[in-house]
């Protein structure tokens, strides 16, 4: 029978040729045709360095169940959190360059990380860029229970009294500190930076800290349910699932802070299964409820091309390392 298969396999290709040698086709052009094609043939192991049910994990499933539904192969979500992101995007960077192992990441660690880092265990040409899914706007809340009710009420309590006010991050270097960063430097301002290990939100609540960033994803339910008090969005305009939150913007020209979500391929990956993943992922995003999914969360739907996405991740990173400078913003 394997005899048979291979008598047939090779009829087909030899078939393939000659059309192709009729009709004009390169035979590498063929080649890049039948991979393309192929892709996926098996399961795509899709790496979040984040904990099961933290924002990317969520939207990275809701991603994988509709490549899943659309190409007929399972997508095996693979949580490796840890290090800002290193773990996981080390995890890629050193995976077979086939399209079966996939990274799911946000701006840490390719915008942020090689600034803040000394030493990392991935560069940037390990990976190949596929798409930037959305972006993630983080939201300025403090307690419902704090006398700051305003972005302008913040600076100017922060301006009476430098260093005296406490701002909480994920961590130093995290998006969450990067972000806030930036926001006290365009108001000319200064707090102190209370780090966390874990979420921050609930000492927020408590007001043993007075204000910090959180994802949308995170801040909404808490503003929703009464425990926080928003003041202000990092994006650049108001965001639907908060439409009278205003976008600090609206008071510092041209501020902008989100993070976002992307999909990377180990670098090698060829260029038919990048076209491949593309081709999936546009029509993933562009489809109404995975849309109307994001929104509610208070993301902003992207879907760049490859090349697009490129000139972003530039962009992207030369903003966020002038913060890192001009902050001395550095981890072991």
């Known amino acids: ?55 990317p994990d969520v939207v990275a499933r809701l991603w994988g169940e509709r490549f899943a539904k659309a190409t007929g192969q399972p997508v095996i979500v693979e949580n490796r959190p840890g290090a800002s992101t290193i773990m996981g995007a080390q995890v890629v960077a050193v995976a077979p360059a086939d399209g079966y192992t996939l990274l799911w990441t946000v701006n840490n660690t390719f915008s942020i990380n090689p600034y803040v880092y000394p030493k990392l265990p991935y560069k940037a040409e390990d990976f190949a860029p596929v798409t930037r899914i959305l972006s993630v706007p983080y939201v300025l809340v403090v307690s419902a229970e704090s006398r700051i009710r305003s972005l302008a009420d913040l600076v100017r309590e922060a301006k009476a009294h430098p260093n005296a006010m406490s701002y909480a991050s994920a961590g130093i270097g995290q998006g969450t500190h990067v972000a806030m960063a930036r926001l006290l430097n365009t108001a000319g301002v200064t707090m102190t930076h209370v780090p966390y290990k874990d979420y921050f939100i609930s000492d927020v609540i408590a007001q043993r800290v007075d204000v910090a960033f959180d994802a949308s994803t995170g801040a909404i339910p808490q503003i929703k349910g009464g425990r926080v008090r928003a003041l202000g969005v990092s994006s650049t305009k108001r965001i639907e699932a908060l439409p009278d939150v ?43 409820d995975f849309q109307a999914a994001l929104r509610d969360y208070g993301l902003t739907p992207a879907g760049e091309a490859p090349d697009e996405f490129r000139k972003f991740l530039v962009d992207d990173a030369r903003a966020w390392s002038k913060v890192v400078r001009d902050n001395q913003i550095s981890a072991d």
């Open 1 to 55: 029978m394997s005899g048979l298969v291979f008598r047939i396999q090779a009829l087909f290709s030899r078939r393939a040729v000659m059309l192709a040698l009729a009709f004009g086709v390169s035979l590498s052009g063929m080649a890049r045709a039948q991979t393309q094609a192929a892709y996926p043939a098996k399961a795509v192991r899709l790496v979040v360095p984040f904990p099961a049910g933290t924002s």
């Open 246 to 288: 205003p976008a600090i913007a609206e008071t510092f020209p041209g501020f902008v802070g989100d993070s976002w979500h992307g999909i990377f391929a180990p670098g090698k990956t060829p260029e038919p299964v990048i076209a491949a993943l593309m081709a999936y992922s546009r029509r993933i995003v562009e489809a109404a």
